[in-house]
């Protein structure tokens, strides 16, 4: 299934490039960006700006994608600016899918 994300009005909240509510053409060209999941994605936004996604890749492991300030994968991060997280069937929630009280910057599920 393909499941599309509307983040602009959170980066457009984050970075303050666009006005609040309205889509910020300078994430991914034209303010949307499409990731390929099975499950309801997650996106948490980083104290640097940038984006992590986690959603459900298939049965056994959840894809993480962590994304440029301007909507393009960091190549820093894993292959492509994606990680597959082999997880125990059965263990795949991400509700709780935020940014992580510590204040190192990272997300937690």
């Avoid at 929630?93 to 940014?99: A, C, E, I, P, V």
Wanted: net charge negative.
């Amino acid at each position: 299934m393909r499941l599309s994300l509307l983040i602009p009005t959170l980066l457009a909240w984050t970075l303050g490039s666009a006005q609040p509510g309205t889509l910020d053409p300078t994430f991914d060209g034209d303010g949307l960006l499409v990731v390929n999941s099975t499950g309801t994605p997650r996106v948490c936004a980083l104290t640097d700006g940038r984006l992590m996604v986690a959603a459900t890749n298939d049965a056994s492991s959840v894809k993480l994608v962590r994304l440029l300030l301007d909507g393009s994968p960091d190549p820093s991060f894993g292959t492509n600016g994606i990680v597959l997280v082999p997880t125990p069937v059965g263990t795949l929630d991400l509700s709780g899918f935020t940014l992580r009280p510590d204040g190192s910057g990272g997300c937690q599920a």
